[in-house]
């Protein structure tokens, strides 16, 4: 990845310019001997200093000429609170380019060879080098066991962590600890938006569908437009719009990006989408494309970002490898990301923070892995089987006894020598229930604290009794 534009390297710009009373040009600051650089690169710097108010550029041509502006300090230049040791010099050039005010940045509609142009396996977004060092972080030691095992090992803390991540990306201002006793408890938080805990809520059973439906979700319309009937519940004025492509204009705030309108050409272009993505080999670059170009398309009325983060797993799912939580990402770098894609087609800084992010996220979850150990042999193969019974268990608010009988009774369509250790594992399930773990069995906290009644004759509290003796 390219060098980072140092502090240092602007400040040197800065003096030069400073030093010359009405001004300086390219060619000027070119043959300064205090500069050492080529001409693209010193471009570069020059237009990023013009993008934080530091310089401002007057004249065109060979007769643009540089200036300090007043009010900035020359001596003590700060980088921006977004500056990262991580961002690349094309992606400082891209912030700059789109930092400039909207009147001096000139309206694009969308272009559609920036996605035809690509040619799965052929064109890559990333390279190859940060394809085999991505592998690398992503593995987890599980890809020979069907897809979503690992995600469905780690279910409950991700759940907490992508919902709160891309709630958080939106504006969402909940707290990491208030997402938590919402989905675990079913607590809204004081003095918050009703579409706050909802678009939380939504995330959630956005997760939970790629974690339930691993082995059949793919870069289809089936699992897209269901991804976004689930993002988009009870928040779109048009319910029906849920789900379904959009045939009204839309627009992009603080951008001078217009996208397209034509209805037809969205499920033309949609379609297109899907078709390369599925065809991608390589689990991160189909991620990272899907990342790219459907937020660029808006092919839905509303919430094609959420979508475009939650698709962007899918890939990662299906092989197994550690998901994309978006952890500690800064809303701004990804924004002006997806503004540089939107106005320049250019990838460059979504790409560094896609890496940035997602080498974040192996580190968190290779921490968890260890703390989880492997999957049971025994509880993988009757994964589907175990969280049915488990489910109708608490739904149907079945109380020990009866319990007992209709574990036994399901038991038979199990092979005879599994039969006693899977009513032993109903069991132990059952038993282990708690309401920071009953989203893998896609339960909700008022199902969950309704059968704990049921079991104990008592009201449920945060310190459940046990109940071995099903």
């Known amino acids: 990845m390219p060098l980072q534009i140092t502090a240092q390297e602007l400040q040197g710009i800065l003096e030069v310019v400073a030093s010359a009373a009405s001004g300086t040009s390219v060619g000027g600051l070119m043959a300064d001997e205090r500069l050492d650089c080529k001409r693209r690169t010193l471009q570069r710097r020059l237009d990023l200093l013009c993008g934080q108010g530091r310089l401002v550029a007057q004249g065109e041509g ?30 400082h050039e891209i912030r700059a380019l789109i930092s400039r005010p909207l009147s001096q940045r000139r309206p694009v509609g ?122 988009s519940d009870n928040l779109l004025g048009d319910s029906a719009a849920c789900g379904r492509l959009r045939d009204r204009a839309v627009g992009i705030s603080g951008s001078v990006f217009l996208p397209l309108e034509v209805p037809q050409q969205i499920e033309e272009y949609f379609h297109c989408i899907l078709t390369k993505a599925a065809a991608v080999e390589d689990p991160f670059e189909a991620a990272f494309f ?71 996220s192996a580190q968190r979850y290779s921490a968890v892995r260890q703390s989880l150990g492997d999957p049971d042999p025994f509880r993988l193969k009757y994964r589907g089987q175990i969280g049915h019974c488990v489910r109708e268990i608490v739904q149907q608010m079945l109380t020990p006894a009866v319990s007992i009988r209709w574990i036994q009774r399901n038991a038979k369509d199990i092979p005879a020598a599994d039969q006693a250790q899977f009513i032993d594992t109903i069991k132990a399930e059952l038993g282990g229930l708690h309401e920071g773990n009953i989203a893998r069995y896609r339960l909700r906290p008022s199902e969950f604290a309704q059968w704990r009644s049921t079991v104990t004759g008592r009201r449920y509290n945060a310190a459940p009794p046990s109940i071995a003796t099903i």
């Open 62 to 91: 060979r007769a643009r000429r540089y200036l300090v502006v007043a009010s900035a300090p020359v001596s003590d230049p700060r980088p921006s609170s977004t500056d990262q040791d991580w961002l690349s010099a094309e992606a």
């Open 290 to 360: 899907v990342m790219v170009q459907l937020p660029y398309l808006q092919a839905f009325e509303d919430v094609n970002k959420r979508v475009s983060r939650l698709a962007a797993n899918i890939s990662l799912v299906r092989h197994n490898l550690c998901p994309l939580s978006f952890v500690d990402v800064e809303a701004e770098d990804y924004l002006n990301g997806l503004i540089g894609i939107y106005e320049l087609n250019r990838i460059e800084y979504l790409r560094d923070v896609f890496v940035w992010a997602y080498t974040r």
């Open 110 to 231: 969308y272009d559609a060879a920036f996605l035809t142009s690509y040619q799965p396996n052929a064109t890559f977004y990333l390279p190859a080098a940060t394809r085999r060092s991505l592998a690398v972080l992503g593995q987890v030691g599980i890809t020979d066991l069907p897809a979503g095992t690992y995600l469905r090992q780690i279910l409950d803390r991700l759940l907490i962590d992508l919902a709160w991540n891309s709630s958080r990306l939106e504006g969402n201002t909940y707290s990491l600890l208030e997402t938590q006793r919402l989905l675990e408890l079913g607590e809204t938080a004081d003095g918050k938006a009703s579409q706050e805990a909802q678009m939380i809520l939504n995330h959630k059973a956005a997760i939970e569908m790629l974690a339930d439906q691993a082995e059949e979700i793919g870069f289809n319309r089936y699992t897209l437009c269901n991804l976004h009937a689930l993002l």
